[in-house]
Nanobody, 128 residues
Framework: QVQLVESGGGAVQAGGSLRLSCVASGRTFSSYMMGWFRQAPGKEREFVSSLSWHGGSMYYTYYADSVKDRFTISRDNAKNTVFLQMNTLKPEDTAVYYC??????????????????WGQGTQVTVSS
């Protein structure tokens, strides 16, 4: 079983930055797709960013158009942690952010319905 625990959410003003972390535990990972989704009140959960890794130092990253050039996803494999650096935040980024994982490898973005593991979510609030 895999557990995902997010942290780093909070409240900031527009233009500010936050860094989310997601620590995975429960097993050894030889390959995975991990990423972030978000859900605003009254809206569907949507893809934000993900990365795909299957050994070595290289991994592939993917972003929603709405966050490209503002958000950066990265990982620290030694700590089983994935990060989401969020810069130039906008009020429309306000949502609960969920970490998600699939223990498989495809060179494409993580799909919501293939993520077998989810974190509990962390609130991000951006005021104007």
């Amino acid at each position: 079983q895999v557990q995902l625990v997010e942290s780093g959410g909070g409240a900031v003003q527009a233009g500010g930055s936050l860094r989310l972390s997601c620590v995975a535990s429960g097993r050894t990972f030889s390959s995975y797709m991990m990423g972030w989704f978000r859900q605003a009140p009254g809206k569907e959960r949507e893809f934000v960013s993900s990365l795909s890794w299957h050994g070595g130092s290289m991994y592939y990253t993917y972003y929603a158009d709405s966050v490209k050039d503002r958000f950066t996803i990265s990982r620290d494999n030694a700590k089983n942690t994935v990060f989401l650096q969020m810069n130039t935040l906008k009020p429309e980024d306000t949502a609960v952010y969920y970490c998600a994982a699939a223990l498989r490898y495809y060179n494409r973005k993580l799909q919501k319905d293939e993520a077998g593991y989810w974190g509990q979510g962390t609130q991000v609030t951006v005021s104007s």
